[in-house]
């Protein structure tokens, strides 16, 4: 009656330890799933759709994102990781299969009952009773380090994506000023060839200007053989087919500003700290270690095993033998002995290594992407001081040199020289207004990124 009592008792105990998880609840669990389920149906049905994706000259850079997340398939990899370490939880938070045994006795045992036969058994093996939710957590965590992940990889489509894009974008700034500035040129060649016919010029200068519009035309060249380029890279971003030439970006490149919530790095930094996913995945990663140590100590307590097996007995020749052919039922209870110490103290140091290194590992990788935030901060701050001085100083002044300067020569109080420098200047500062334009946002984007910011 002991033993009955005793094992009812660890029965319920193992059912009780079963429910209840004192760490995660059943609702957050919960809300994870759910939201892979909303994914993956959001997914399906994208796939089933399958519309012709249209990208038109009046497309914006949301568009190019909007695409992009739905159609990249390294960020459906990155979801089905996700989905993958979620499913897990379900296998670790199950009990071992129970094993069921069969004997046949090839010589039957004689008792007084009846000769013993056949033997029915099935045992089932318990791990000490907060195994089971320790292994739950710990693959849990594991499925929040694969989210967090996953995370990184769509704000790291979205930077990848606006980069490109804004690329894109000077690029089309670029060739438009070298079409402009060639033409110009060729007005400057009008020029000297009808100094030249007049006598009012040598042949110096004509031949100048035609070695600055040689190499203006081979500047064309490279600039427009980079946009096979850039356009392969946006498809490949975007899932589309590589022979698809993209339209030129609707960005004008003109207007940057800061917002006041991006002025302060101190203020960067707790951000950082806070929303970073590859920090948030550290930290989980950290915690799923610490229940890898809890783990390790709990292999010093033994688990349990219970079973019950039936013996099939055929009935006694004398048939008036009290309880003849009565099959013996008995029920078995065993637990392993954990003796062998130093196995289970080097799993324990271990287990205490591997969450050291998980602590050092993301301290490492804070002070790492604190000092790339303060990086980006300075090129992001100095891209748009850079733009602003070309804008409202530079550039009017390099116009109104080259203005003089033609009128200059055009009157014979300047010589040819001067004139292709100055529309030389103006060419380089239109360009680098754009460069640190779209430099400005490729940089913001990137920040955005850093601090898990869509």
């Known amino acids: 009656m002991f033993y009955r009592y005793t094992i009812t008792g660890l029965i319920f105990i193992i059912f009780i330890c079963l429910q209840i998880n004192p760490t995660y609840t059943k609702s957050r669990i919960s809300e994870r799933n759910k939201q ?74 004689e008792t007084r009952v009846g000769p013993q036969q056949k033997a029915f058994s099935i045992q089932q093996k318990f791990p000490f009773p907060d195994k089971l939710w320790i292994r739950k957590n710990k693959a849990f965590k594991a499925s929040e380090i694969a989210y967090h992940n996953f995370t990184k990889k769509s704000l790291d489509l979205i930077y ?36 030249y016919r007049s006598g009012l010029a040598k042949n110096q200068d004509l031949l100048k200007v035609q070695v600055e519009l040689g190499k203006l035309e081979n500047d064309l060249y490279s600039l427009e053989d980079l946009r096979t380029a850039l356009v392969a890279r946006l498809n490949a971003l975007l899932n589309l087919p590589q022979g698809n030439l993209l339209p030129w970006p609707n960005e004008s490149l003109e207007e940057i500003t800061l917002d006041d919530k991006h002025a302060d790095v101190n203020i960067l930094f ?9 920090l948030l995945a550290l930290s989980q990663n950290i915690k799923k270690n610490e229940d890898g140590l809890k783990l390790a100590k709990r292999e010093f307590f033994p688990d349990f095993t219970l079973g019950l097996t039936q013996i099939d007995t055929a009935d006694v020749l004398n048939p008036s033998s009290p309880d003849s052919g009565k099959d013996p039922l008995m029920v078995m209870f065993s637990v392993n002995v954990p003796i062998w110490i130093w196995r289970l103290n080097a799993g324990v140091a271990e287990a205490r290594a591997s969450l050291q290194a998980a602590e050092e590992y993301r301290l490492n990788k804070e002070n790492e992407l604190s000092s790339k935030l303060a990086l980006l901060h300075y090129k992001l701050r100095d891209s748009l001081r850079q733009s602003q001085l070309y804008k409202n100083a530079l550039l009017p002044k390099a116009e109104q040199t080259l203005n003089a300067t033609k009128a200059g020569y055009e009157a014979g109080g300047v010589d040819f020289l001067s004139l292709i420098d100055a529309q030389r200047v103006l060419l380089n500062f239109q360009l680098a207004y754009y460069r640190h334009n779209a430099n400005f946002y490729q940089r913001l984007s990137e920040l955005k990124t850093l601090l898990g910011k869509e």
Not at 174 to 182: F, G, K, V, Y
């Open 36 to 109: 892979i389920r909303q994914k993956e149906a959001l997914i399906l049905e994208r796939q089933k759709k399958a519309k012709p994706i249209v990208i038109s000259e009046k497309s914006t850079i949301e568009d190019y994102i909007k695409i992009g997340l739905e159609r990249n398939p390294g960020l459906r990899a990155a979801f089905y990781e996700w989905k993958s370490a979620f499913k897990k939880i379900a296998q670790v938070f199950s009990l071992p299969d129970p094993q069921f045994t069969y004997t046949d006795y090839i010589k039957e045992v």
């Open 270 to 278: 707790d951000s950082l700290n806070k929303d970073n996913p590859q």
């Open 160 to 195: 990848e994506i606006t980069e490109v894009y804004y690329e894109y974008a000077y690029l089309s700034k670029a060739i438009a000023l070298t079409e402009e500035n060639m033409k110009l040129l060729g007005n400057f060649e009008s020029v000297a060839q009808a100094k």
